[in-house]
């Protein structure tokens, strides 16, 4: 993509006052949920996404532009698209996030927002036989709300939403085995919300094996 296809993609002009109060609102806490992400260091370079259904469209959400770095997201660049289409890069998003945030919100009409990363300790935990452990505070606040989705290379085929929404089931939090973490809400907020808290009880219970393996 050249350049200035990226400066077009990134520099638009504001939307304030040109949606409706509600569209504006959610546009704003989802890019200030992407920069928030980003100075966790969650995020990886362009990849990964964070989602978020239009408000009274239940078919349409907001996704970030794929060619944008997560701290590039404004409230006017996201993309708004349809859950029911079948979209790749040439309209502007990633097709394998469209696949996973659009197969979720799809089979679940309670949540609005997604957050999906490749965070290390998630990643790593995911990679383990059992998964989160009750270990901490963190990790209770889990309890019984993690699921588990198998690798399956690179999320693209649409046949793959079945299985990723039926091992989601009605669960708040999903590793992706050796390959990162979903988390869902009624907002932004909440989603980050249930991030943090899996990204937290990750990065213990590492740091509890490391210290077994030494003893």
């Known amino acids: 993509m050249a350049t200035q296809d990226i400066r077009t993609i990134r520099n638009v002009q ?3 006052g040109n949606v409706s109060t509600d569209e504006w ?3 704003v806490d989802l890019a200030a ?3 928030l992400v980003r100075s966790n260091g969650w995020n990886m370079n362009i990849f990964n996404h964070v989602s ?3 408000p009274e469209k239940p078919d349409d959400f907001f ?3 794929h060619a944008l770095l997560w701290d590039e997201v404004t409230a006017s660049n996201l993309v708004k698209v349809n859950l029911n289409e079948e979209l790749d890069e040439t309209s502007l998003v990633n097709r394998p996030g469209f696949v996973l945030h659009s197969a979720i919100l799809r089979a679940r009409p309670d949540v609005n927002a997604i957050v999906h990363i490749h965070e290390e300790a998630c990643v790593a935990v995911s990679a383990t036989k059992d998964g989160i452990l009750p270990l901490t505070q963190d990790a209770i606040f889990l309890y019984d709300q ?3 989705h198998e690798y399956s290379g690179i999320t693209e085929d649409a046949e793959e939403r079945a299985a990723i929404t039926n ?3 009605d669960k708040t939090a999903m590793l992706m085995r050796n390959h990162g973490s979903v ?6 907020q909440e989603a980050y919300s249930w991030t943090q808290r899996l990204v937290k009880a990750s990065q213990i219970q590492l740091q509890l094996m490391l210290s077994l393996i030494h003893i």
């Open 33 to 35: 949920c992407y920069r």
């Open 25 to 27: 609102n959610a546009r």
């Open 14 to 16: 504001s939307l304030k």
């Open 52 to 54: 978020l259904r239009v």
């Open 183 to 188: 988390t869902v809400g009624r907002t932004t």
């Open 146 to 148: 993690v699921a588990y």
């Open 167 to 169: 091992n989601l089931g």
């Open 63 to 65: 996704i970030k532009a």
